[in-house]
């Protein structure tokens, strides 16, 4: 922060900044818990067959996830700059910052499709308090009431442009009073929240099947595609490749450990996605429902066991008090990101920033809730907006992000930078093999994975 050689010293001093490690930890913690842990996860859970697909997954974020963020993390608080400024800073004159653009630009298309899920959020919200589940009768009913919502024209836009407003409010209040303010508050009341439902589920009579979905694998139902599958959830699931830890690193002071930090966020996430599943199976096996129903589990499966389960009226409003909370806390980061971008990139004022970002984004996300409905034949490359901007962002973009950035920290800051960064210029202690094994992480494997699950995904 205060390097008097960089061009952007007299800018710098007035950089936003995070207050205190509590609130870098539930910030980034914010970041990664979300649609990821609550709605993704699940399925995919379902889908690949359980516990099998739990382990891989679990290898995948300490082997590949973590050496990422970390590698992300320094770059950030390194730069002390947004994803494309850090780059230019780090490495000057070169093309490196590309990245950082695309970054950026993958954010946008996140944001895009995930603020309509964060809207379907609210509606189900207010479905909830109006005891809607139980009035549409069976998954049928159900199914029906979230298809016939989704394809509407002018309700799904509504929420979607409510959902966008709240994430406005809070980012255009800065770093340290908006966004680490809110997840102070947010992030304890969500988990929480979520434990309070798993124990519900947990004591179903008839939960042990679920219980046992989720932690006896079956290993005859694993195959190259649950490898991928596992790869890109830790991928989406912890915000990787998306420009958003540079982003928060930059905010983060030179006195925090970032080898803790990234530890303690993986752990946070993980801990919450496991803890969602046992909120989700037992309650999906004890009423009999096939855990592989793909993305409609959160919005009709769920809503069909809220509806009868006893107390499942307040049990449903609080997950999706929950849903909209960690959609809140996520999207929040997502928008930091644009908005850091064109603040420190184009000189714009934090407000401004936002006003733009969030009317890019209004209409980027008007095309992917109206191609549920009137705009479902609109396709590019055989997909519509929302699976075009899912897929260009999870599946192309986070992997390409992910990827420059180890190979940038690995191989071009090097071995002394990385030290340097992980030990705070020799005030922390760092174990000669804990660096070695990060570097070969960092260095070889984890670029080997992406490289191997792009290929097989684009293949
Ligand atoms: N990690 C978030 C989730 O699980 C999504 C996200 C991706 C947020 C990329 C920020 C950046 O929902």
Not at 57 to 71: C, K, R, T
Request: proline fraction near 3%; charged fraction near 10%; aromatic fraction near 14%.
């Amino acid at each position: 922060m205060k390097d008097a050689n960089s061009p952007h010293a007299a800018h710098e001093h007035q950089r936003d900044s995070f207050g205190s490690s509590f609130g870098v930890l539930v910030a980034l913690a914010g970041s990664a818990v979300g649609l990821g842990n609550l709605w993704r996860f699940p399925y995919l859970v379902g889908e690949n067959g359980g516990a099998a697909f739990i382990l891989i997954y679990l290898g995948f974020v300490l082997l590949v996830g973590v050496p990422i963020m970390m590698s992300e993390f320094i770059i950030g608080r390194r730069s002390q700059a947004n994803a494309r400024g850090a780059f230019k800073k780090l490495a000057p004159g070169s093309l490196w910052y590309v990245s950082g653009t695309l970054a950026v630009l993958c954010c946008l298309l996140i944001l895009s499709f995930y603020s309509v899920v964060g809207g379907w959020g609210i509606e189900y919200l207010f479905k909830a308090f109006r005891f809607d589940f139980t009035r549409a009768g069976d998954s049928a009913g159900l199914s029906t009431l979230f298809s016939d919502f989704a394809s509407s024209t002018w309700r799904p836009l509504v929420c979607h442009t409510v959902f966008l407003l709240l994430s406005g409010l809070i980012v255009i209040l800065g770093v340290k009073n908006g966004i680490e303010k809110f997840s102070k508050v947010m992030m304890p009341v969500l988990f929480l929240i979520i434990i309070v439902i798993a124990i519900r589920s947990l004591t179903l009579p008839g939960a042990g099947a679920g219980i046992d979905y989720l932690f006896h694998p079956d290993w005859s139902k694993v195959t190259a595609n649950t490898y991928l599958a596992a790869l890109g959830q830790a991928f989406f699931s912890l915000s990787l490749g998306s420009g958003m830890v540079i982003t928060y690193g930059s905010y983060v002071s030179k006195k925090e450990n970032i080898t803790a930090i990234s530890a303690k966020t993986a752990a946070a996430d993980t801990l919450f996605a496991l803890i969602a599943g046992c909120a989700i199976m037992p309650a999906v096996f004890a009423f009999g429902i096939s855990p592989g129903e793909g993305p409609g589990l959160v919005f009709i499966t769920l809503p069909h066991i809220f509806s009868q389960l006893p107390l499942g009226g307040f049990i449903a409003i609080l997950f999706f008090v929950a849903l909209l909370l960690a959609a809140l806390t996520s999207s929040i980061s997502l928008l930091e990101v644009i908005a850091a971008f064109c603040i420190e990139e184009f000189k714009m004022k934090r407000f401004w920033a936002v006003m733009l970002t969030l009317f890019v984004l209004w209409v980027l996300g008007c095309l992917c809730s109206l191609s549920q409905g009137v705009l479902a034949d609109w396709k590019i490359f055989g997909r519509n907006f929302f699976d075009l901007f899912d897929f260009l962002s999870a599946n192309v973009l986070m992997l390409l992000g992910g990827l420059v950035a180890v190979v940038f920290v690995g191989w071009k800051l090097g071995r002394t930078v990385i030290h340097d960064e992980l030990t705070n210029s020799g005030a922390l202690k760092i174990p000669v093999w804990l660096l070695d094994t990060l570097l070969f992480l960092i260095r070889f494997l984890a670029p080997a994975a992406i490289a191997v699950i792009a290929i097989f995904q684009w293949v």
